[in-house]
């Protein structure tokens, strides 16, 4: 005759439903890493689509600082 080791029913409805919120957070921290991912090559794009513009406004009015609150700009002083 063999004997069954068991905890409690209580105690393991307890473990499974931790191990369930745990798993349920992980899952999530996924979806926010992919989230993550995709955003920084958004950023990286937006990046690139500034330098761009930042390129093209240079050849356009020289070495500039732009106030880009209203456009207003100012030489930049360049040193020998």
Known sequence: MSTENKI????????????????QIQGQI??????KHL???????????????????????GKVSINIQDGTFTAIEEEN
Not at 8 to 23: F, I, N, P, W, Y
Not at 30 to 35: A, I, N, P, R
């Open 8 to 23: 409690k029913e209580e105690q393991l409805q307890d473990l499974q439903a931790k191990v369930g919120t745990m798993q």
């Open 30 to 35: 996924g979806v926010l890493e992919g989230q």
């Open 39 to 61: 955003l920084l090559h958004q950023l990286a794009g937006a990046q690139d689509e500034l330098q761009k513009l930042q390129t093209a406004l240079e050849e356009e009015y």
